[in-house]
């Protein structure tokens, strides 16, 4: 499976950023280009998530195995040897997989308003019940504008740094979307289907760093726990932020990982 990018700078390293559910590559355009001016030496790959922005109509949604696979390839194709690799919200959980699956290939990982997945098992049926109803809500002709206002004002968004006027630009850029696409997506990467990996944290040998918006306490609890699991790792709290740190933050967050990143081999 081939994933669709593109790269930004011209330096020796690698950075994979990996968006969220309904999002693109250029969501890290912003952090990109702040990134870049703080380490030169790096080249940052804005990755689209499959089924997100493809036309190919045979399209298959991989499972997350498939698609860490998919990461370790693009490195090794492209000749980069390791890479780092960043995810945010959804993208955080893939990646976090990529880099328990493949730690020779990614010594380091950032994850951004992220978590190790779900353990209690009733938890994590009712997170699979809740997105798959969503996901046959997005196959039944639904009006996709509403869903998508709709995802935009739930609870876990809420934030001091939003501006509620934001939610036409989320629409229109997130219309783009195939509804069918997306349900398949909710499925097959739920966070109540994808693998818990908290047990896995503590084998991982490289070095990772963990962002949360302080007003988001479910995943800035997720992220503290986190640094705690792993051999080597960072946390670094955004202040007046809640959950989309690259709307609300990108400018705060990309200093933080390219201080991070200056210190991995």
Known sequence: MGLKF?????GSRLLLCLHGFLGEGSDWTEFADVFL????????????????????????CPSVNEFAQSLQKLVQDGGWGTAAVAGYSLGGRLGLHAALSFPATFPAFVGISTTAGIEDVAERARRSDSDSALAVRLRSNVNFAE??????????????SRDDDQVAEFVASRQRRDPLRMAACL??????????????LCAYPGRALLLSGDA??????????????????????????????LVEKSREVAPAVAKFLIVVD
């Open 6 to 10: 593109r790269t930004l700078g011209t």
């Open 37 to 60: 001016t703080h380490a030169p030496e790096w080249q940052v790959a804005l990755i689209d998530l499959p089924g997100h922005c493809e036309e190919d109509m045979a399209w298959i």
């Open 147 to 160: 869903f998508l206002r709709e995802w935009w004002h739930q609870p876990v968004f809420t934030s001091p």
């Open 187 to 200: 499925e097959s990467w739920s966070a109540g289907r994808l693998p818990s990996q908290w047990s896995a």
């Open 216 to 245: 988001d306490a479910k995943f800035a609890s997720a992220a503290v726990r986190m640094q705690s699991a792993f051999q080597c790792a960072e946390h670094h709290s955004v202040a007046s932020a809640g959950h989309q740190l």
